[in-house]
C-alpha cells in the first residue's frame, strides 16, 4: 500500500513537472498580448452576421501581428476596417493587424473590427463567446467574450472612455 502511495506520488510529480516544463513558454507568450474590454454583438434577430470589438494590447518589445480570428460560433470571421470613401462610410477587409510594441490597438465601431458571418446559432446577451486569436510567431490566444445587446453596449462605452487613455 505505502508502495503504490508512493507510485502515485511518483507519477503526479512528474507529471507536475511536465506541466511547469511546458507552461512558462505559453505563459509568456500569452502575457505579451492581452485582450482587454472585448465583446461580441448580439445578432439582431433574422440575420445571421455580428462583429466583435475590443483592444488588443502588445506588452513585448517587438510588433505582434494578428493574423486571423477563429470561433465555433462561425465559419468565417474576418478583419475589418471601417472608412470615408467619398462621403460613404465603407468596410473593408484587411489581412491582419500591427500592434506595435509596448502600444495597443482599438477596435471600435466606426472604426477597426472582427466581422462574423454566417452565425450557426443567434447570439445573445449574457452568453460567452470563445475567440481564438491568432498572432505572428505562432503565438495563440483563445478569450471568453460576452455578448452585449445594444443597451449594454452603450453601457460599456460610455462607463470606460477615461480608461483608453485617449482623452490628453
Ligand atoms: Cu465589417
Redo the contacts with the bound molecule.
Keep these: 500500500m505505502k508502495n503504490y502511495y508512493l507510485f502515485t506520488l511518483l507519477l503526479l510529480s512528474s507529471f507536475v513537472s511536465f506541466i511547469s516544463h511546458s507552461e512558462p513558454v505559453s505563459k509568456v507568450k500569452n502575457t505579451m498580448v492581452l485582450i482587454e474590454k472585448a465583446y461580441v454583438r448580439a445578432t439582431i434577430p433574422g440575420t445571421s452576421i455580428s ?1 466583435s470589438y475590443m483592444e488588443i494590447v502588445n506588452d513585448s518589445a517587438e510588433t505582434v501581428t494578428l493574423l486571423g480570428v477563429s470561433s465555433q460560433i462561425s465559419p468565417r470571421i474576418e478583419i ?1 476596417q471601417h472608412s470615408m470613401f467619398e462621403g460613404m462610410m465603407r ?1 473593408r477587409k484587411l489581412e491582419s493587424i500591427d500592434i506595435p510594441p509596448k502600444g495597443r490597438v482599438i477596435l471600435q465601431p466606426s472604426g477597426l ?1 472582427l ?1 462574423i458571418f454566417d452565425v450557426k446559432k443567434p447570439l445573445k446577451a449574457e452568453q460567452q463567446i470563445k475567440l481564438n486569436f491568432n498572432f505572428s510567431n505562432k503565438m495563440t490566444l483563445t478569450t471568453q467574450v460576452p455578448v452585449f445587446s445594444p443597451t449594454q453596449e452603450k453601457a460599456a462605452r460610455t462607463a470606460a472612455p477615461d480608461m483608453h487613455g485617449h482623452h490628453h
Design positions: 462583429s475589418h468596410m473590427h466581422m
